[in-house]
């Protein structure tokens, strides 16, 4: 990376360089809904935007368009608020009890997950007089959230509460969405079809990132993307078409050559079978490269893989750099864990996880540049 970059990073003392690039980010928010279109796109922005901080996310993608936010938690979008004007935030994990008072003042929409929730929202309705938007999630095969086929088929049949409820969604999520073949897609759209006609004229809420590239019969009436937003590969179905958001350089802090024999790192985990050069680097499991990486993993310079050797410490990790010509890697030279030569799928499966783990496991120590 370029010298401007280890200057800031050596004034401010970060570990790493984190850029996410906020114009991808558009680009993404755009291509869904070209995907979707005539169907709206939804953002969600839970988990503080999946890591990459919901204060720079949320007022791009508004200014892209988006009129619709969901979050995890009430207290997510009563932060969100601040960003979002005029846009509609929903609550995923659904209205908790206590929670009523302020979701119905700071105008946000509940996603309903049960009977009782509902029953708690009409009579906060009730009390103020007037109904209140809510979201209608019902469980088509997930087994998380929503309110099971007979709790569904209760509020379908009961007048009163509905009367009293003012219904902007039927809203359903996909458990294997992202694998194209898998049977469990039919399975719940066939479910979600069935509650539909429950509820008529209910426009409908389903796909997410993985959902928008099931086909159209997926998509209702509104899609929720997060994921894909954020450049993670959103289904197997074709190559990743999602513009990468997030890079991640982290800088050398000491550069040594090493013994045949040589143990390196916790538990003595690894140990040398020749002369080794090695680079240890300043970011470690604290800051969401886990530490399942140890032994598998790698960083990139220029191109060249550097495999991480023995185990990831909290706040550091060494890396064979053999294969670099000696003295190429110095004190503030940065190495990609996130980049063209790595991408965010490809740590998160050396890692055994997934792209979502990664993003909203990169914390807040790197310096964070967005563009
Ligand atoms: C997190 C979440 C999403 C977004 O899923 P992506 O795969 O990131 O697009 C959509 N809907 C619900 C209910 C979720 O929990």
């Not at 990139?300 to 190429?328: E, H």
């Amino acid at each position: 990376m370029n010298t401007h970059s280890i200057e800031i990073l050596s004034r401010d003392g970060a570990p790493g360089y984190l850029s996410i690039d906020l114009d991808a980010l558009r680009q993404n928010y755009r291509y869904l809904c070209a995907r979707t279109a005539p169907v709206p796109v939804a953002a969600v922005v839970k988990a503080n935007a999946y890591g990459l901080d919901v204060a720079r996310v949320a007022p791009v993608l508004r200014d892209a368009g988006c009129r619709d936010f969901f979050v995890a938690h009430v207290g997510e979008a009563h932060r969100l608020r601040q960003f979002v004007d005029g846009a509609r935030i929903f609550v995923l994990n659904g209205l908790q009890p206590g929670a009523e008072d302020g979701c119905a003042d700071a105008g946000i929409v509940p996603v309903l997950n049960s009977l009782e929730q509902a029953r708690n929202w009409t009579q906060t309705a009730a009390m103020r007089g007037r109904r209140l938007p809510a979201v209608l999630q019902v469980d088509t095969g997930m087994s998380r959230l929503g309110l099971p086929p007979e709790e569904a088929s209760a509020l379908a049949a009961d007048g009163t509460l509905r009367d009293r409820l003012e219904l902007l969604f039927l809203m359903s999520h996909l458990a294997s969405g992202d694998a194209s073949e898998d049977v469990q897609n039919s399975d719940q759209l066939a479910a979600m079809k069935q509650a539909s006609a429950l509820f008529p004229s209910l426009p409908v809420c389903f796909a997410n990132s993985g959902g928008v590239f099931l086909g159209a019969g997926f998509h209702g009436d509104l899609a929720r993307s997060g994921i894909a937003l954020y450049g993670g590969m959103p289904t197997d179905a074709i190559d990743n078409p999602m513009k990468p958001v997030v890079r991640l350089d982290v800088r050398v802090i000491q550069t040594r050559t090493v013994p045949a024999g040589a143990r390196i790192g916790y538990g003595g985990a690894h140990v040398t079978t020749a002369e080794t050069r090695l680079a240890t680097i300043a970011a470690g499991y604290a800051d969401g490269l886990p530490r399942s990486l140890g032994h598998r993993g790698a960083a990139f310079f220029d191109g060249v893989r550097l495999p991480i050797v023995g185990r990831v410490s909290m706040d550091s990790i060494t890396l064979d750099i053999g294969a670099l010509p000696a003295g190429t890697l110095k004190l503030g030279s940065l190495v990609e864990l996130i980049g063209p030569h790595q991408t965010l799928e490809a740590i998160a499966a050396d890692a055994g996880t997934i792209s979502y783990e990664i993003l909203t496991s990169l914390g807040d120590r790197y310096h964070r540049d967005y563009r």
